[in-house]
């Protein structure tokens, strides 16, 4: 930035008052908090962090200096204004996966088709996405993710969201498109998973694999896959990769 454009040093003084004032008026409203989720202290927040953010790009502007507040993002949810005892909910969860290791997904697929007189199509297994419909068919999703690894699968982000709503939805209302109106102002809590929350953990540990205790494990994939198609239990059924747990 030109010096012709940076803030005057009264600009960065008012900005700072404007923190000072918004941090009086965020305690006020806690202070006179009405309940768990009161709007007015969920706007004093607002006003709080809308204000530390502008003191703090003008004092950089103009001292090349920052402070040590960090200012949440916008992936908050806003004041629940549901019912205050719902008497149904409903719970909306994303996991999201990258297919991995196709071949350890679609060897695990045969074992299913082996091993179930009533998988459907013949060969469905021979393709990733019929893979898929083959494991989530015969798997729970919570099975899925505990042992998404055997499946050749890596975990992403997850997010799960409890809403509250005043009746329960008739049979098949929302089965077209289930996930369209969802009202943030009903979520009663979320849960967020996600790989971005460790990066400031991740700096510097994995380079040679030691962190993890992965550098120096054999390479055991050419032999596991040399035997999925073969590994069933006394039963018939799917034997489980340990391998990998």
């Known amino acids: 930035m030109s010096d012709a ?90 996991r999201d996966y990258a297919v991995a290791e196709p071949q350890r997904l679609m060897a695990q697929a045969r074992r299913v088709e082996a091993a179930d007189e009533d998988a459907p199509g013949a060969g469905a297994s021979g393709t990733v996405h019929g893979a898929l419909g083959l494991l989530f068919g015969e798997f729970e999703p919570d099975e899925i993710a505990s042992r998404h690894k055997e499946f050749g699968l890596e975990e992403g982000d997850s997010t799960l969201w409890v809403t509250a709503a005043d009746e329960s939805a008739e049979p098949g209302e929302w089965l077209e498109a289930p996930f369209e109106q969802v009202d943030p102002e009903r979520v009663v809590c979320r849960f967020d998973v996600s790989a971005v929350f460790d990066e400031e953990f991740d700096d510097g540990d994995d380079e040679d694999g030691d962190e993890d205790g992965e550098a120096d494990l054999p390479d055991l994939d050419e032999d596991l896959d040399t035997d999925l198609d073969t590994d069933l239990d006394e039963d018939g059924e799917p034997a489980r990769l340990e391998a990998d747990r």
């Open 5 to 94: 454009a940076q803030p005057t040093a009264a600009e960065v003084r008012a900005a700072a008052e404007a923190v000072k004032t918004a941090l009086d008026r965020h305690l006020a409203a806690v202070e006179r908090r009405s309940g768990e989720e009161d709007p007015a202290v969920y706007d004093a927040f607002n006003e709080l962090a809308a204000a530390a953010e502008a003191y703090d790009e003008l004092l950089y502007d103009r001292y090349d200096e920052v402070t040590p507040f960090e200012i949440p993002g916008e992936d908050t949810l806003p004041p629940y204004t549901g019912p205050e005892e719902p008497s149904a909910l409903s719970v909306l969860i994303r």
